[in-house]
């Protein structure tokens, strides 16, 4: 550290970094107070410098070397997402001695491991709040609240545009394309909305919590993901009527000292359960540990300025530790738990089919079930139009490799003509 | 630190200093991993060593003991309770270099400057998530997750026994007193519950939690105090049918940088209100912020394992600092935002009369109202037995002092037989 404070750099200055930028000028005495010394921006690291900004940027720290800029900084606010270039310049900070904070849940969930050997190497911090549910601390709260617990599963709403988009169809009717067209419209949703809809993005949060709940490495690729594209009006109206509704939901769950599993996946949610409220573009994570019971944290997901503030959290605890000593906790991945594949995990779904209408059709799904020694909760059935009939059927627990083979072999009835969906019934 | 570990000292083996004991014995192995050195549970300061134990309290660890325990410790965990003799040995500890974790929110609301004075004078860490709202870690998220943003409000359910008893007399249709004994009867209230119904522990935590949110010493004594003796089950009958439920709040306000105010009082909250939603022994706290928006935070707010569960997190962060250095954030005090009295701090009401069941009533009390320049939102009226008539207006936002004198002018009237409640608003 400098005598004349803590050597601030911003690496991105796009929406978040902007607000960033905004809270280190506008609350910098605010700031100096809580980490103990002043925080002075030293420059901020953009494409183009020429590009619109807001005024509250200062032109005269814009500079397109960020490597330069890494190189006089102790502390890196790294906003720029993606891998390359953020991975490098992420490493250099940390190998340097500079702490880093940043919000980039893609390197995050790819490049963990690496990231947390760097801090450790360099004595640095490595702090990423803002990289899963912007403002809702729920990185604090696994990483150091429940450092004395055991936690057992973790499910959360962690991606704001899914969780519109599904709103948006569940109060309005709407198809999964004309919601993702108005999210869009509404700027919740990107141009190529993929990394959102197919939950690619919620898979790479998961990855960040599990590795912090179950003190176990888990990469952005342990994470079997479904994202939300095939979820239809009809299931929609057909969930809200029998006390469901759907949401995309990252599943973090240990099974004892078995194992753990990570998925992602839209999954009908009971009415009453704490994450069936949650709207919109906010977050929320319910985190279940062996003392604590369950706990639940809610907040805005996204954003500039929600984001901004989880940033400069760990700015202040990272300038902190500039000032008095002390390092932020270092990777735990200490437990090592095995990742469980689908013979053990268990899981409970819900089948729809289009069926012939005629009596022994019923017995027939039942007995695949029966094969699979997959148990029924409940049966629904209607007729439709021209003999067929509609079903849908929800089972106990099972693993997900007999669930999957059961739906295998529903698909080969003679008498089922169409599997319509099949989704997780979570949250009972 | 000793080579072997850190020594840790359990002062008071109540509820939940036996199942801080019962983590600290069966989930060792995590626990040292976590903190990176063996915690070494060195001793458990009792009143009576032959008082019936769970039989995972090492019987051999017991002594009447305290100060002499507390010597020989590293990390001193308080659950004592109470003022004396927590604060000596508190003080004795943190003297000594080794760091604290309590629960004990009256200690904290009434010396906390002191134990935080000593915390930094000893070079050790003051850790006290547990003494407010349970597992709920409400705590780090003001203390540390928030550093770098602005609280300009906290909301919270922090007392359980109480929202068991207003809980009940909602849905079940009991008095307070019915309530209480229920209460009683099922361990959720305390044989003397002053403490919980008069708001005494709300008023506690809500200082704690004030102070971190601001910035700013706030003691028990700076918070007025209603408890929920007066609510009855009219009160919840009444608020139910206008789309209200009656919680118990610690309410805690920034009015830009006039100052800040802190309250605990039964309010009426829209039954759409995060608040709203949480029931019996559940705790939830509400914080609202500049950048970050609303927070909320959700889990158990009471009870030996959630409370244990608290403790422990605070047990490893400590015990990290022994270990690899660095302190826990010092006390934040550094905003002296003044406390704004009766004149600065505005609030709504309802406020329920019986009356004189004649024309000109309602404008006498309209006029009483309009003398003190309190406007009305909304009145609903309607007609008991024997020429009486019963009323409930709701004010919009005025100064506390502006609506207690409605109040008392409006007692004055000759057409007011009686002022049945006088109740805040929230959350709107």
Redesign the interface.
């Known amino acids: 550290m400098q005598e004349t404070g803590v050597r601030v750099a911003v690496l991105g200055c796009g929406t978040v970094g902007t607000?960033v930028v905004r809270?280190l000028t506008t609350?910098a005495d605010?700031?100096a107070?809580?980490?103990g010394a002043p925080l002075r921006l030293v420059g901020i690291a953009v494409r183009d410098l020429d590009a619109e900004r807001d005024p509250v940027v200062p032109r005269e720290l814009l500079t397109t070397d960020a490597a330069g800029l890494v190189a006089r900084a102790d502390l890196v606010v790294e906003l720029i997402g993606g891998i390359e270039p953020a991975r490098s310049l992420v490493l250099a900070a940390l190998g340097s001695g500079a702490s880093v904070v940043t919000g980039n849940k893609a390197l995050l969930a790819s490049y963990g491991p690496e990231l947390h050997a760097a801090a450790a190497a360099g004595d640095a911090d490595l702090y990423y709040?803002a990289a899963v549910a912007g403002?809702?601390?729920v990185v604090?709260?696994l990483r150091?609240?429940?450092?004395?617990?055991?936690v057992t599963a973790v499910l959360g709403i962690v991606n704001g545009t899914t969780n519109f988009i599904l709103d948006e169809m569940a109060t309005r009717g709407l198809s999964f394309d004309e919601a993702l067209a108005l999210a869009q419209e509404r700027g919740f949703a990107e141009a190529d909305p993929t990394a959102d809809v197919d939950g690619h993005d919620a898979a790479a949060k998961a990855a960040i919590l599990a590795s912090l709940a179950f003190?176990t490495r888990v990469g952005v690729d342990d994470v079997p993901v479904t994202g939300i594209r095939s979820v239809t009006a009809d299931d929609m109206r057909e969930a809200r009527e029998n006390g469901y509704v759907i949401k995309l939901l990252a599943v973090a769950r240990r099974d004892g000292e078995r194992g753990i599993s990570v998925r992602v996946h839209p999954a009908l949610l009971p009415v009453g359960h704490?994450l069936a409220?949650v709207r919109g573009a906010y977050n929320a994570v319910v985190v279940e540990?062996?003392?604590?019971?369950?706990?639940?944290?809610?907040?805005?997901g996204a954003g500039g300025?929600?984001t901004?503030?989880?940033?400069?959290?760990?700015?202040?605890?990272a300038a902190?530790?500039e000032v008095?000593?002390?390092?932020a906790?270092r990777e735990?991945a200490?437990?090592e738990r095995p990742l469980l594949g689908p013979a053990d995990v268990v899981a409970r779904t819900q089948v729809q089919l289009r069926l012939a209408d005629r009596p022994g059709t019923l017995a027939a799904v039942a007995d695949v079930y029966g094969r699979h020694t997959v148990s029924i909760e409940s049966v629904r059935q209607h007729r439709l139009a021209e003999g067929q009939s509609w079903i849908a059927i929800v089972s106990h627990e099972a693993s997900e490799a007999a669930l999957a083979a059961t739906v295998d072999d529903l698909a080969t009835l003679e008498s089922v003509h169409e599997v319509l969906s099949v989704m997780r019934v979570e949250g009972v």
């Open positions: 607000e809270l609350t605010d700031l107070a809580r980490a709040e403002a809702v601390p604090y709260g150091e609240s429940l450092a004395g617990d055991n003190h704490p409220a540990a062996e003392a604590a019971g369950r706990l639940m944290f809610y907040g805005q300025a929600p901004a503030s989880a940033v400069l959290g760990d700015v202040v605890a902190a530790h008095h000593g002390g390092r906790p735990s200490y437990a």
